[in-house]
């Protein structure tokens, strides 16, 4: 076998400046999606509570509902029994209305093709650094 050389190059991807820039456009995008596709009841007023935080110092994203109505996120998303009065006889049952979860998968799809971008975009740049 023949001497040969290789010479090899590390790059250097720093990702948490584009992560933190992706979280907070996924926090926007996923709680307009929860927002848009909320029941509507009498008024708008419990998709217009969800908003979002960046929690983790900066590594993860917490959707959440602050407006007055909050306390429906877990009976319109898994349905719920319908009482005359308190402790009265059940009168009906209340559909199951998924808005949340289907939100979050859509989101989860679109943050890794987010990170996926924002990776190549760093490697190409790290390229271009070596090149010159």
Known sequence: MG??????NKLQIDLKKAMKEKLENIGKIVASDIAANAPIGYTNVYAEGWDHTI???GESVT???DGREKYLTHLLEFGHVIKNKEGGPTIGYSPPKEHIRPAYFRGKIKFKEMMKDAAKESINESKKTLKN
């Open 63 to 65: 959707i959440h509902n």
């Open 55 to 57: 929690t983790d110092n």
């Open 3 to 8: 001497k040969g050389e290789v010479k090899t």
